[in-house]
């Protein structure tokens, strides 16, 4: 499963980085999106052919599916296989019982203070 | 002589997982972890051959082996109170079974998210669709790339950057292959209770790898404590249906977040080599020191032995 390109030039990421970014932005996008609109959410030096060969490839691997817009083609990300995904990984879930002490997970929740000082921080940042 | 042999590796795992803390702060997460890594991993080893050396001295109890010569003529000579060790038995026992569990909790926890993996045709992201935001790294079989499994909720939580750094973070995981040195951890102190607040700052520490090269990916650590921050926010506000987004008890778990923001804010703390030279060699004493324990147990049997030829 592991296809990945050779690094030909430095910042040159492997395509099944490239394909997550672009599946990623396309869950986090409220509408389908274009491939035009794709290249601007994702990191920007991506050229227009790199974008349209890796929705392709999402399409063919039936976790994007291609909609008509008023004008040309957009892209949504699929639901099915990601549904499966949440429903097999709640039985994985309610099976284990020291997954939590397991798993590597990118934050845990926050009690009440340490939110409020995280909020206050996240106002100070610019955005 | 034997007892104090064992004593040591105790002593010196209460001693790392006093210093711990200090390292996880003064360090970079870099130098820091494989160098508690391995000296949690001497550790445990050391205290458990040292507390089975004693546990050994028991054998002239064991009915049918007491027709053996050597054997009987440990009765009466043994240097350790009996009572020494059943106790030291006794907490091998329970650390074996500990292991154990552990061990399986591990490979079962990691068999479930891989056959979820192996269902989606992705290469490497596996989306779930669940509003609660979460995200975790998923190691891949013997020679295999790994998965990245995210929940939409996080992934709409998120902006552009933001998501890179998530997306960075596991990766981080997976290269680095954290899930080991969790795995190492894990064990040393299942075997050893004392090592258990070096094995949380080992699994702190990993967390802090993955956010530094995070933040070396997206080349900046502000938008990387961003990330981190939002995504936590996110967590806090949606109840999931999973029930998977639980706050343990532990302190160290509830800091952690914040801990990792306040890390990223701060500048790139230094790669302090020495430092790590120095908590590898504690390690080391607790092997030499077992080592001390073997020399003298077998001189033990050896003069047992010449006394009874």
Known sequence: MARRTTKTSAGRRAAG????????????????LTPREVQ??????????????ILTRLTDKGLVARVPLTRGAGYRPTKDAAELAADQMRAALARGSDRDAVLQRFVTSLDPVDEAALRKLLGEEPR | VITAWVDAPLLLSLLLAVLSRPVVHRLSPRTATPALVVAVALAALASTWGLLLLALTLVDDVPWLTHIPLIRALEGASPVPGVVA???????ILGLYRLGKVLRSHRLTNRAFRELCDTSSADEL??????APHAVAVPGRWQRPGHIVVSSGMLSALDHDERLVLLAHERAHLRGRHHWHHVIVDAAAALNPLLSPTREAVIFLLERCADESAALAVGSRAVAARSLVRAALASTTTVST????????????????TERVVALRAPAPPERTLVAVGVVLLGLCTTLAAGGATVSCAELFEHLLRGHV
């Open chain 2, 126 to 131: 596996v989306v779930l669709a669940d509003r």
């Open chain 1, 17 to 32: 980085e490239l394909e997550s970014e672009v599946l990623s932005a396309l869950w986090a996008a409220p509408a389908p």
């Open chain 2, 86 to 92: 059943d106790a030291a038995a006794l907490v091998v």
């Open chain 1, 40 to 53: 601007s959410a994702v990191s920007g030096q991506l050229a227009y052919n790199t974008v349209h060969t």
């Open chain 2, 242 to 257: 999973m029930t998977t987004v639980s706050t343990g008890p532990l302190a160290f778990d509830r800091l952690n977040v």
